[in-house]
């Protein structure tokens, strides 16, 4: 299997999930990723400053990067790769 058929069956997979507040939920995994990689990145900045350089809301954020939660499109993703 290659690194595409990956992505694509990852993508697939997440769209199995409702979305919660997304209409797809594999937007909502890519935000997930970008504002996993962006605090990484920047750990000494909170979800205010996270929220601004991302354009996605901070509460959504907050429950991210600050109680360790996830999408569940993101988790089963997750999940299906290990």
């Known amino acids: 299997m290659t690194t595409s058929d990956s992505a694509i069956r990852a993508e697939a997979l997440a769209r199995t999930d409702d979305g ?5 939920p594999w937007d909502a995994v ?12 920047h750990p000494n900045k909170g ?16 429950g ?3 109680d360790g939660s996830a999408p569940d499109a993101a988790r089963a993703v997750e999940t299906a790769l290990e």
Do not use: E, H, N, V
């Open 30 to 41: 890519q935000d997930y990723r970008a504002a996993t990689r962006y605090a990484t990145k």
């Open 64 to 66: 991210w990067i600050d």
């Open 20 to 24: 919660g507040p997304y209409a797809d």
């Open 47 to 62: 979800s205010y400053a996270l929220s601004q350089a991302l354009d996605l809301p901070r509460g959504r954020l907050r």
